[in-house]
């Protein structure tokens, strides 16, 4: 029986090339994966209701909410899958522009399955007592410093200068924060990072800016903005100089969470969920240009050509069990190391990691 895939398409086009947006747009299932996210009418909730009946006997409906970027281009294997009615159960995805709007949904219940920065499912895990568990890491370094000059070839060399970036409260500011910290350079003191919610502010900044301008980005946006901008250039991976000053840990962009309620009532459909999940990737990093128009066909990235060269530099992984959890618990203690409060004011415990001993 054919499942159909709801899913929350927003960010607005700006620009032409890149998103943004600070809140979801409307829900926009079923969907083929052709057929452009605005011009596909909302389900209602009766329509919602009569898609999950239809699904497999004994099925569980996944509420599955991410964010705009690297994170559900992994994931749009399966998003198809399921509005072609392969997938093993009845999925509801939901796309945001924001990770508060993400974690507002986890904590009230809404949403049973979630991709956040790294450091915010600490944050959850602590906020919601133990509420919910990590089931694998989605996404490995993705921030790139870029310049319009020629003037930064290492950390160092960012001693002076203003940083546009987004990602306040979030793994790219206490990324960056460490890695300035650790190269002897202090935020606020030594270097002005300044923030914008959203990444096209950060390229208006860029193209606004008087003489030489540095901004913090991730991928896809680097690629995006490259377009945009022709003297803009990659300076610095964060992930190579993360590497160069923490080597025993990994530097960790994005995981996969689930609700411990959920997990605990339906260990069936989070297993069959991690299977289409880890397939979905799979296929992804093994099919770019395919994988590209997807992502252009669900409204990730506005263009499959955007997406075809901003995959290679996205990290896109699937990254369980003990590995994972060794990977992000190394991550998490530098950060609490640095500042408590990224990740919640403590480590989260054993229960934290899903599957892992």
């Known amino acids: 029986m054919k499942k159909v895939c709801s899913i929350l398409l927003s960010l607005a086009l700006s620009l032409g090339l890149l998103a943004g947006c600070s809140s979801a747009a409307s829900?926009?299932?079923?969907?083929?994966?052709?057929?452009?996210?605005?011009?596909?009418?909302?389900l209602t909730d009766s329509q919602v209701e009569s898609a999950a009946e239809a699904a497999p006997e004994g099925s569980a409906t996944v509420r599955v909410a991410s964010l705009q970027g690297p994170t559900t281009m992994g994931m749009v294997e399966?998003?198809?899958?399921?509005?072609?009615?392969?997938?093993?159960?009845?999925?509801?995805?939901?796309?945001?522009?924001?990770?508060?709007?993400?974690?507002?949904?986890?904590?009230?219940?809404?949403?049973?399955?979630?991709?956040?920065?790294?450091?915010l499912a600490s944050v959850l895990y602590n906020k919601t007592e133990g509420g919910v568990q990590v089931l694998a890491i989605n996404t490995l370094g993705v921030l790139y410093i870029v310049t319009t000059g020629g003037d930064v070839a290492s950390v160092a060399d960012l001693a002076g200068k203003t940083i546009y970036a987004t990602g306040k409260g979030t793994t790219p500011e206490y990324a960056?924060?460490?890695?300035?910290?650790?190269?002897?350079?202090?935020?606020?003191?030594?270097?002005?990072?300044e923030y914008y919610s959203e990444a096209t502010e950060v390229l208006a900044a860029l193209q606004n800016a008087e003489g030489p301008a540095v901004a913090m980005l991730p991928q896809p946006y680097v690629t995006t903005a490259q377009?945009?901008?022709?003297?803009?250039?990659?300076?610095?991976?964060?992930?190579?100089e993360w590497d160069k000053v923490s080597?025993?840990?990994a530097l960790v962009t994005g995981v996969t969470l689930v609700r411990t309620e959920f997990a605990q009532e339906h260990p069936e459909a989070v297993e069959a969920f991690l299977q289409e999940y880890q397939t979905s990737v799979e296929w992804v990093n093994a099919n770019t240009a395919d994988a590209a128009q997807l992502v252009a066909d669900y409204g990730i990235v506005p263009k499959a050509e955007v997406a075809e060269k901003a995959l290679p530099a996205c990290n896109i992984v699937y990254i369980a069990g003990d590995e994972m959890k060794a990977d992000l618990s190394g991550y998490l203690q530098v950060l609490y190391d640095a500042d408590a409060a990224s990740v919640g004011g403590a480590m989260p415990g054993d229960d934290f990691y899903y599957g892992a001993a």
């Open 27 to 42: 829900s926009s299932a079923p969907a083929s994966a052709s057929v452009p996210a605005s011009s596909v009418p909302p």
């Open 247 to 249: 080597p025993d840990s």
């Open 227 to 240: 377009m945009q901008m022709e003297n803009l250039s990659v300076a610095l991976n964060l992930t190579e």
């Open 78 to 119: 399966l998003m198809q899958t399921a509005d072609e009615g392969g997938a093993a159960q009845f999925y509801n995805f939901n796309m945001y522009g924001a990770a508060e709007e993400v974690s507002t949904q986890v904590i009230s219940g809404d949403v049973d399955i979630a991709l956040v920065p790294a450091n």
């Open 176 to 193: 960056l924060n460490y890695v300035l910290r650790q190269n002897g350079l202090e935020p606020g003191t030594d270097v002005t990072v």
